[in-house]
Structures are given as C-alpha cells and as structure tokens.
C-alpha cells in the first residue's frame, strides 16, 4: 500500500493548487484523479476577475481575451454599462490552465494518478479505497476536491452525493458568419425565469462567443433558453453552434461542515461558491493556500486537530462577503420580469452606471452594495411593493 502526508482527491484547479503547495512545503503528497485526462470537458465559462494574476500564476498564452467591462441588459433590453481602463477580467483556455496548474504540481513534485476513481473513504484509518482492482492508499491528511458531487464531502457531512444542493449551467461555443463583438466587454442578461442566475455572452473573438446561463432549471429548459435566446437575438444573424457544455454549480451554504477528522474539503466540493455569479476559483485558490498552510502546521506538529483552524480562517476571511451575496441572491429571487426592467430603468436614470464602474468587483461585490445602501439608491431602485420586505434582509 502506498503511503503519503496528503492525498488529494480531484485534479481540478483547486486541488493541483493545494497538491503543489504543500509538495513546496517538502510534504509527500498524491492527487487522485477519475479522468484519463485533466480539465476534460470544460465546465466553466472561463471568465476569472483580474485577481488571478495576485493569486495563481497564469501564462499569457492562455489569456483568450481581456475584458475591460460589461453590458448589463434587463429583460426587454434595458442597457447599462459599466467598464474601467484596465482589464477587469481574463477569458481563459480553462483546459488548458487546468493541465498547467497539474503540470506545476507534478513540477514541484505531487505524484498524479490519472483514471483513479474513488470508491470510499476511511475517515478514521485514512485510507482511500480505489475502483478496478486499484487497491488501497492511506494518507495522514485526506482532501477532497472532488467538484460538487463530492464523495469526499459525504464522508463530512453525510449527506448524500447522489442529491447535493446545486444548480444547473449550460454553454454553447458559437460562431457567427458576421463580427458581431466588441471583445473588451461581456454580456450579461437577467430574467425572472432563470433568476437568482443569468445569462452571459463572452466574447473570444470579434465572431465567436460562450454563450451560457446557470438557474434553477433542468438541462433540457436551460439548452431551451440558450437556442430561443440565438433565434430571437436578430442582430446575431446566421450561427453555427460548435460545442457544448453541461456542468453543475453547487449552491454555498455557511453552515456546510469542510473539515472533520483526517479530512478537509476545496473547492465545490466545500461550496465555496460566490451565491452572485456561481463563480468560486479565485476563492478556491486562496482557500487552497489557507488550507496548505494548517495542513502543513498539522502536519508539523503531528496534530490532525489543527486541522479545524482551516475551516474557522476560512468563515473568518470569506463569510461576510458571501452572506452580503446571498442578501443580493434573495433580492433578485424576489423579482419579476417588469421589477427588473423598473430597476434597470431606475439606476440609469440616478447615473449608477458611474457607481457600478467605480465600486464593483466580479469578486468582491460588498463595496458596491455598501455604496447602493450608504447612498440610499438600493432602496430608490426597487420596486416599492418590495422595499419594506427586502429592507428586513439586510437588518
């Protein structure tokens, strides 16, 4: 039986930034991953904010395009748009970065296991147990980064991973016949019916875009959408349709228990998810960092109980910002079609667009809200049947 300080199973981003943390650290550390090979299919829109660069490294020749801004459309097509001087967000070769950051871990000295599936997990023994005659591995420190159906996280929070709270997301890769883009902006389309969750066209070039949407919707409703959104769309012209991706996103919930034992979640699989926009690898990898850094001092001390300050410095450093996320999420679950459309026309009308570029942040979307609320213009905005029910979410 083979026998490590760490294993690490799931070779997402998250994971291989974790794996190679802790190999720096001069840690025996092995990644485990399902697939034959890494970042295989996408499953992401491949839009990060421009924290990347500050938290992970990122070549250039993955960089598809930088995005300086965004139109924000209401459902009948109320426009605002928001945009800064400098590249406010990166489209990436997500396939391409995820085999980088494997690459890097196996530089630094992580043993990676491909087509290595998972079948259970000894909590106490630390043991992982493999399909297909793989046999056994035991590891001082088990983590899971195993996406949002988790097994790992069932060992947790025993809950099943066959039912984990999550949505659903759908992407087209389009080609159109016409250049149809400004490449330095995305598009962001919000409706009642997919709501909390959205609609977005991110340019990779002047003629092809991801088109996708994430809500509480089953597959076949939201590739519904997607198509109904292209046919009706008449400045789009003739398309093709190249690819597409289907993916869950799993919902954040604060009270979700990431450590417990020998064990320690990452990623989706400790949904550590922005409520907002689904998105969670800028935080995946601080995350990651956080944990390496317990995992070591743990390690070092050969006290697994240290493992639980990963859990309270990460409520510490992210909790607040998320549940301020989830007041916005509540917010727009609360709203129709012609409540959107009100609210569009409203912030337009007090120059929010100005605001908007100023305060926010794809990551950190707390300083606008404070802003909205210090100028009293959240309040102004929304529809006044539901201000005095929404004000209660932010007491």
Known sequence: MMNYDVLVVGAGPVGTTFARYMALKGFKVGVLEKKKEIGVPLQCAGLLGKQIKNV??????????????????????????????????????????????????????????????????????????????KGEM????????????????????????????????????????????????VHLHVRADISPGFLWTIPLSESTARIGLFGISDYHKLNNILKDFLNQNTDFGEYSISKKYYGMIPVY???????????????????????????????????????ADVTSRALDNDNIAILADYESEYQNKFKRELNMQLR?????????????????????????????????????????IKELLKTGLLFTILPKILSRRIFSLWK
């Open 56 to 133: 992970n490294p990122l070549p250039d020749e993955l960089i598809i395009n930088q995005v300086y801004g965004a139109y924000l459309h209401s459902p009948s097509n109320n426009q605002l748009k928001v945009a800064k001087n400098e590249p406010q967000a990166y489209v990436l070769d997500r396939v391409g970065y995820d085999k980088f950051l494997a690459q890097l871990a196996v530089d630094a000295g992580v043993d990676l296991f491909l087509n290595h599936r998972v079948k259970d997990v000894d909590i106490k023994k630390g043991r992982i147990y493999l399909n297909n005659d």
């Open 138 to 185: 035991s590891a001082k420190v088990i983590v899971g980064a195993d996406g949002y159906n988790s097994l790992v996280s069932e060992k947790v929070s025993n809950k099943s991973p066959k039912n984990p709270d999550r949505v659903q997301a759908a992407q087209f890769l389009v080609k159109f016949e016409n250049n149809l883009f400004d490449t330095n902006y």
């Open 253 to 291: 919930n604060s009270k979700k228990k990431i450590v417990s034992n020998r064990i320690l979640l990452l990623g989706d699989a400790a949904a550590q998810v922005k409520p907002t926009t689904g998105g969670g690898l800028i935080m995946g990898f601080k995350c990651a960092k956080i944990a």
């Open 328 to 368: 916005v999420q509540n917010i727009f679950k609360k709203l129709s079609d012609s409540d959107l459309d009100y609210m569009f026309s409203k912030l337009k009308e007090k120059g929010a667009e100005k605001i908007i570029s100023e305060y926010g942040d794809m990551d950190t979307q707390s300083p606008l």
